[in-house]
């Protein structure tokens, strides 16, 4: 079975921009969690969807969102981008309970904001 | 929240020795996950331990849920088990009726050769 992949890998954005990150789960799950991984926070958890629905949602502005495709596919969008964006963005998955199940991890996009 | 201390912060051990992480948590948890981040970001899943004894080849891993506390053991460590070893545990959001994965700070270990 493929892992999780993310793209892109890199990226770089200036201030004020937005970004589009993308997710593709483990085929056959269809639990997405995204998470913010900064040297000064650590991991922070962003938001969780399933089925197409956000689930679940972690204490970030509302600059950030995201969506989820009918094939797991999930998305994340970060608009009017600020320099404390500058982070590792991490995608996970599982079956279908979250956080209650082992969580498999893409190899992140890195994001510099300029 | 929940608070997810790891200790120590940072470790530097010659190769083939062994080591042990620690994780406490501030509450009653439902599951504990650790998990290895190289050095080039990838998280990688080693255990899902709510309690009890897990092993994997060189590591093992030991949750006891009523003292709130999680332990790594890695053994004949080598350079490629450097990097950070997070442990995070599941805790609910209030209001949601789901819940979350708590992470810790992590420890970093550098295995030198």
């Known amino acids: 079975k493929a892992g999780v992949t993310q793209t892109p890998r890199y990226l770089i954005k200036t201030r004020g921009q937005q970004v589009t990150l993308s997710c593709s789960p483990i085929s056959g799950h269809r639990s997405v969690s995204w998470y913010q991984q900064t040297p000064g926070q650590g991991l922070q958890f962003l938001f969780e969807?399933?089925?197409?629905?956000?689930?679940n949602k972690g204490n970030f502005p509302g600059r950030f969102s995201g969506r989820q495709f009918s094939n797991s596919r999930s998305e994340m969008n970060v608009s009017t981008l600020e320099l404390g964006d500058s982070a590792l963005y991490l995608c996970a998955s599982s079956s279908g309970w979250g956080a209650r199940e082992t969580q498999y991890f893409g190899p992140g996009t890195r994001l510099l904001v300029l | 929240g929940i608070q997810v201390e790891q200790s120590p912060p940072d470790l530097i051990l010659q190769e083939g020795a062994n080591s042990t992480l620690r994780c406490n948590f501030s509450?009653?948890?439902?599951?504990l996950q650790w998990f290895h981040q190289n050095p080039w970001g990838q998280l990688i899943n080693l255990f899902y331990i709510p309690s009890g004894t897990k092993q994997n080849g060189r590591l093992s891993a030991t949750t006891v849920a009523t003292e709130r506390y999680s332990l790594l053991y890695i053994s004949s460590s080598q350079t490629t088990d450097s990097g950070v070893y997070f442990c995070?545990?599941?805790?609910?959001?209030?209001?949601?009726?789901?819940?979350?994965?708590?992470f810790g700070k992590g420890t970093m270990l550098l295995v030198s050769p």
């Open positions: 969807y399933f089925s197409e629905t956000q689930r």
């Open positions: 509450d009653s948890v439902n599951n």
């Open positions: 995070a545990v599941e805790s609910s959001t209030t209001g949601s009726g789901y819940s979350t994965l708590t």
